[in-house]
């Protein structure tokens, strides 16, 4: 019998430390194991987010920048320390906008063929109605077909 090959090549999988981001990344990472995909984490920084704290906390918007780069940079170098102990060929990147716009031109400029993400996350409601609001125009605007990833309970 002949091994199938996967319809897809290249995996973005947005990261924003939720959980359901988490589980979207090892949902790619399992496909990844399974046939020949190079995955993209992704996490952008919301630039009105970014902006809005700056604001509230008096501190720079340099300074918070940097921080979100720092909280950034452990989610991405956790799923991309997983997916190169497994062998699979990954890259990871920050951007700072607007987190939909950001995704889907990130898709378009690696000529991505799938989108994993996770359907809601963080915490409170306010931001949980913001990350599933980014999933949703995501879907709207993605050039190509998106997974969404909800919580699973641990069994």
């Known amino acids: 019998m002949e091994a199938r090959r996967s319809p897809f090549s290249h995996i973005i999988v947005p990261v924003d430390g939720s959980e359901t981001s988490i589980n979207a990344g090892q949902l790619a990472l399992q496909m990844a194991t399974l046939h020949p995909i190079k995955i993209t984490f992704v996490y952008v920084i919301d630039s009105q987010v970014a902006e809005d704290v700056s604001r509230t906390t008096r501190r ?80 709207e605007y993605a050039h190509c077909p998106v997974l969404t990833v909800r919580h699973t309970p641990h069994v």
């Open 60 to 139: 720079t918007l340099d300074a918070v920048r940097e921080e979100f780069s720092n909280t950034a940079s452990r989610y991405l170098d956790y799923l991309s320390r997983l997916a190169s102990n497994r062998g699979i060929s990954n890259t990871q990147t920050i951007r700072y906008g607007t987190p939909y716009i950001e995704i889907t031109e990130l898709a378009r400029e690696v000529n991505a063929d799938l989108i994993v993400i996770g359907r809601v996350g963080g915490i409170g409601t306010q931001h949980l109605a913001r990350i599933g609001a980014v999933a949703e125009r995501v879907i």
